[in-house]
C-alpha cells in the first residue's frame, strides 16, 4: 500500500489507522484525481501563486475574525476556540479548523473562503460537515451546524449537518481510501472547466 500523504496533524502510533485530512473530502468532491496524484504520488504538487495568496488571504481573515463580534454568526454567548486540532481514528479523519464556537453541548465549526461565487459548492459543505463530525465525536458535544464565511463577499453562511451531508461525508472517506488501498486513478471532474488551472493538468493525458 502506498504511503498516505503528510498529514499536519500526523497519528503518533505507527500501529494505529493512517488518517485523512479533512482538507482530502473536499479536494475529492472537486475532483478525485487531485487526491489520487496527493496520495499514490506524493511530491508531485507543485507550490502555485495561487495556493500562495489564498494562505495569505486566510491568515489575514483570521486576523480580523479576532476583532469582529460573534453576533454576525447569531451567537454572541458563545466560546472561540481558534486554530483547533483534532483527529478521530474512529472516523479516520483528521482536522485542523479555523475557528470553533462553542456554547454550552454545542459546538459550530467556522471556515473561510476565498470562493467569489454566490452559491455555496457542496465540496465545501463537506469539509465542514467533516469538522463538525469530529468535533462531535471527540468533544463529545453535538454539532448541528457550521459558517462558511466568504473573505470577498465578507458574509457568514450558515451551513445546516444534515443527515444526507452526513452520510455524504463518511461514503467520501471510504472512497478515498479504497482508492488509495488500491492505487486505481478514478475518473476526473465532469467539469472539464476545472482543469483548465489545475497544478495536476499535465498528468491527465486523456482529459486534453
Not at 18 to 23: A, K, M, N, Q, Y
Not at 104 to 115: F, I, L, R, T
Not at 140 to 159: M, T, Y
Not at 171 to 182: D, G, K, L, P, S
Request: some cysteine.
Amino acid at each position: 500500500m502506498p504511503t498516505p500523504n503528510p498529514d499536519p496533524n500526523p497519528n503518533p502510533d505507527p500501529d494505529s489507522p493512517w488518517l485523512l485530512p479533512v482538507t482530502d473530502l473536499k479536494q475529492w468532491d472537486y475532483c478525485p484525481r487531485v487526491v489520487y496524484y496527493t496520495h499514490v504520488m506524493p511530491g508531485l504538487r507543485p507550490i502555485t501563486f495561487k495556493m500562495e495568496m489564498g494562505e495569505r488571504a486566510h491568515e489575514r481573515e483570521a486576523r480580523r475574525e479576532r476583532r469582529r463580534s460573534k453576533s454576525r454568526y447569531g451567537l454572541p454567548e458563545a466560546e472561540r476556540v481558534e486554530d483547533v486540532q483534532l483527529q478521530s481514528e474512529r472516523l479516520g479523519l483528521s482536522a485542523r479548523i479555523d475557528l470553533v464556537l462553542r456554547q454550552g453541548n454545542e459546538a459550530w465549526p467556522v471556515d473561510y473562503k476565498h470562493s467569489r461565487r454566490i452559491t455555496i459548492a457542496q465540496h465545501y459543505k463537506l469539509q465542514l460537515v467533516a469538522y463538525g463530525l469530529i468535533l462531535e465525536d471527540q468533544w463529545k458535544v453535538r454539532s448541528p451546524a457550521g459558517f462558511l464565511v466568504s473573505i470577498p463577499h465578507r458574509r457568514a453562511e450558515r451551513i445546516p449537518f444534515t443527515k444526507h451531508l452526513r452520510n455524504k461525508v463518511m461514503a467520501v472517506v471510504q472512497a478515498i481510501r479504497t482508492m488509495i488501498e488500491t492505487e486505481a486513478i478514478p475518473p476526473p471532474t465532469s467539469k472539464r472547466g476545472r482543469c483548465v488551472n489545475c497544478e495536476f493538468r499535465r498528468f491527465c493525458n486523456d482529459i486534453f
